[in-house]
């Protein structure tokens, strides 16, 4: 059984799919008028390992994730850059996709574009204007939030609270100041498209309603965003899909915002960190991994300070990094026990296992699951430091458990799915730049102090290695010769 956080519920409850062994699911998108940064990277990441769970777990789920490609912004980038808005929305979903890959985020099954749904958003609109849930005005169109009284339930606030905050703007024509667009008029140099009410664009919130409803039909199982979505846009989803079908989604889930430590993100300050700046100077799977160590709900802290050249640092990745080197180096060490194994156990799944989808199956706890492998892996090293640490098939068992296992909970958390020697030499090779490090001259002393040692000079061999030592360069004696780490 799988129990989830419900927004509108406000507690986890019991996840019980429309049809049994089914999952539909639809996640507001990307508006794609620049390049994703490490705030776009942690709603991804959250919503792709619950579909990932929901897999493993036997569902099977349709996932819908939409791109914005029309919007205010891609217009003014547009302009700003002197080509027109949809050439602007095709290079930066492409850029996306590509950050998106790096990450380890699969596509969704279907990632529907706004201006392809045109037609789609016109229906819903007319619905609305036929329940009198929305008004033309001054060739806008306008939903009408007094006609819905559930408005606010997402977020739990009443009418009365929201409009205290609401503003009729310069140039909307609109009645009241909690009353939202569904289309407005088209402007000079702005794209637009024919209507019943003359040219113009849709407003942002009718596309996810007009694309979920096409794609997954009147009411599905889980619409998901991040938490900054639930007022308004969320809350204008539900007034529209609600208003004009009668029906929408069955579950709300909501991931939280990333924490900027040190300096905070902004573009002023010329700090903002894209995935492709990250890409730059870490891996990116240590930015997931980051990102899934706590709990996709809670705050996560991605901090940001300055080396001594003034250059933006992040220590919370740096950090992150060393401990997915950690993991790696310890799925390399179980892949060479398991190589000297004549014939392999098939032991049952181990408490890995079993802690780890209990740890999912309770709202999907990434923080629980991964500090369970944390813990299996600190066995693991101890079962392979110490054959005397346990009888031998016992440790056999064990070892070829744990191996297997940690596959499965990579494969859920979307880490750990290189092979280990992809992964660690990678790094070394990008430390040994960043540190100036030549390889070269490291293997050189190895093979000096294996000389030394050949020729009983362990002084001068220890010398070596505490020179190395000094550069960040640590040696590891093994029955194949000698390997190499930065740390
Ligand atoms: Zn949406």
């Not at 850059?81 to 099954?109: F, I, K, N, Q, T």
């Not at 204007?129 to 060739?139: T, V």
């Not at 026990?337 to 989808?357: C, E």
């Not at 346990?390 to 744990?402: D, I």
Request: aromatic share 8%; glycine share 8%; proline share 6%.
């Amino acid at each position: 059984m799988i129990r989830l956080h419900d927004t509108r519920a406000k507690k986890k409850v019991e996840f019980q799919p429309r049809e049994p062994g089914k999952v539909s699911m639809y996640v507001c998108g990307v508006t794609v008028y620049d390049l994703c940064h490490v705030g776009h990277a942690r709603t991804a990441v959250a919503f792709d390992v619950i579909v990932r769970h929901l897999r493993a777990r036997g569902f099977d789920v349709r996932f819908v994730r939409n791109i914005t490609d029309v919007d205010d912004k891609i217009i003014r980038k547009g302009l700003a850059e002197g080509r027109p808005a949809a050439e602007v929305a095709r290079s930066y979903a492409d850029a996306m996709a590509a950050d998106m890959d790096g990450l380890g985020v699969a596509p969704a099954d279907v990632e529907p574009r706004a201006t392809l749904h045109i037609a789609e958003m016109i229906d819903v609109i007319r619905r609305l204007e036929a329940r009198e849930l929305a008004y033309a005005a001054g060739g806008d169109v306008y939903y009408s939030v007094a006609g819905f009284p559930n408005y606010g339930g997402l977020s739990g606030q009443s009418p009365e609270e929201l409009q205290a905050g609401a503003r009729i703007e310069v140039g909307e024509n609109k009645k009241s100041p909690l009353d939202f667009a569904l289309w407005k008029a088209a402007k000079p140099g702005e794209p637009s498209w024919e209507s019943p009410w003359g040219p113009g664009r849709p407003g942002w919130h009718i596309e996810c309603s007009a694309m979920s409803h096409r794609y997954l039909g009147d009411t599905f199982d889980i619409h998901g965003g991040g938490s900054d979505l639930i007022f308004p846009h969320h809350e204008n989803e539900i007034a529209q899909s609600e208003g004009a079908f009668g029906a929408f989604a069955r579950y709300w889930m909501h991931s939280g915002m990333l924490n900027f430590g040190g300096e905070k993100m902004s573009k002023s300050l010329g700090n903002v960190v894209t995935i492709r700046r990250a890409a730059e100077t870490h891996d990116l799977e240590a930015l997931r991994l980051l990102l899934i160590s706590v709990h996709y709900r809670s705050p996560a802290g991605f901090s940001i300070a300055r080396d001594d050249a003034g250059q933006p640092v992040y220590p919370d990745l740096d950090e992150a990094e060393a401990r997915l080197d950690y993991f790696y180096r310890t799925l390399e060490r179980l892949d060479g026990f398991a190589g000297t194994l004549a014939s392999p156990p098939t032991p049952p799944p181990s408490d890995l296992a079993t802690r780890f989808v209990e740890a999912m199956d309770d709202d999907f706890n990434t923080a629980a699951g991964i500090g369970h492998l944390y813990d299996a892996f600190v066995l693991a090293n101890k079962l392979l430091d110490d054959p005397k640490a346990a009888p031998k098939t016992e440790r056999q068992s064990a070892l070829t458990a744990l191996a297997r296992d940690a596959r499965m909970v990579g494969t859920t958390l979307g880490i750990m799915r290189r092979p280990p020697a992809e992964f660690l030499n990678s790094r070394r090779a990008r430390l040994c730049v960043q540190r100036k490090i030549d390889p070269q001259a490291v293997e050189s002393s190895i093979a000096e102090r294996a000389a030394a040692r050949a020729a009983k000079n362990f002084q001068r061999a220890d010398e070596i290695r505490a020179g190395l030592k000094q550069r960040g360069v640590e040696l590891m004696d093994g029955p194949k010769g000698t390997a190499w780490r930065v740390v």
